[in-house]
């Protein structure tokens, strides 16, 4: 028979075991964080119709990215960023921001990149490589009937504040190329699916697929589109605007896994026009998850 004090002893160290193994045996707890993606518009020495340099567009861009990022642990992923513009964005944004990402022509810094941008006293950075959209995955290269380059940014995060990881996907599909889109959505899938670790993955970017469309419907087969979870009324449904009243289409998404515990708290459409300044021809999305880890 237990005494007292043995009693006691036990009680603590039994619940200390229990408290050391949340996800076990007390179930899991709930970290919410966004997930901000946007096509910034490659910087274009001969601006056409509508467009204003980046010079006049970045301000207020990396304005956009600091304030949607304050209120809570963020991921971004950005497309048609050259290596001068990730500086701007980069040096911009100050603090404790970096980037992960190479230029898709050279696998350095030539070429756009698809970069993921962090902050390191907020996530720690466990592994990062990059893919090419084509047979040949390891090198730069360009794949099916694919006009550029085209690559995914792969990192794996560490939140530091609750120990939460994940898996964060960033992409650019070819927009010419239909068959390129097919396969490199299948590639996208196969890299998710090759994952060793039963971490959740997220993916966002330009996709350049409309929901009709069959790279949407492959990766829309497998995933979730946040999109059609939550979405607020902010107005704008579109993701790619133009720059001169050209025909709006969707073809920008943030997907998830539906096997992990994650759920969509709200997903948003955001403004890209500042007093009759377009940021880019694409809006950005705002995804905020709730993740049981």
């Not at 994940?166 to 010419?176: E, M, R």
Request: charged fraction near 20%; aromatic fraction near 12%; proline fraction near 4%.
């Amino acid at each position: 028979m237990l005494s007292g004090k043995s009693l006691y002893i036990f009680i603590f160290f039994g619940l200390s075991f229990v408290t050391s193994f949340p996800i076990d045996l007390v179930g899991r707890a709930a970290f919410e964080f966004d997930i901000y993606d946007h096509n910034i518009k490659v910087e274009n020495s001969n601006p056409g119709p509508g467009e204003q340099p980046w010079s006049k567009r970045k301000d207020l861009l990396i304005e956009s990215i600091r304030n949607n990022t304050l209120a809570s642990p963020s991921l971004v992923g950005l497309q048609e960023v050259l290596h001068d513009q990730l500086v701007d964005i980069t040096s911009g944004l100050g603090g404790s921001w970096k980037s992960l990402g190479v230029g898709r022509d050279d696998g350095k810094e030539a070429g756009e990149y698809s970069p993921i941008l962090y902050q390191d006293d907020v996530w720690e950075n466990l592994n990062f490589t990059t893919y090419w959209l084509s047979p040949t995955p390891q090198v730069p290269s360009k794949g099916w009937d694919a006009k550029f380059n085209r690559i995914v940014s792969v990192a794996k995060f560490r939140h530091r504040a609750t120990g939460a990881q994940l898996h964060y996907l960033n992409t650019h599909f070819d927009a010419d190329g239909a068959d390129a889109r097919l396969h490199s959505a299948q590639e996208v899938l196969s890299i998710i699916g090759n994952f060793t670790d039963p971490l959740p993955a997220y993916l966002s970017g330009d996709f350049n697929s409309q929901p009709t469309e069959d790279a949407y419907k492959t990766i829309n087969g497998t995933l979730i589109d946040a999109s059609t979870e939550k979405s607020l009324d902010t107005g704008f449904v579109e993701t790619w605007t133009g720059f001169n009243n050209e025909k709006q289409k969707i073809i920008d998404f943030t997907f998830y896994q539906s096997d992990h515990q994650t759920t969509v708290i709200n997903h948003d459409v955001l403004n890209s026009n500042f007093s009759g300044l377009l940021i880019s021809d694409h809006r950005p999305l705002l995804t905020k998850f709730s993740l049981n880890y």
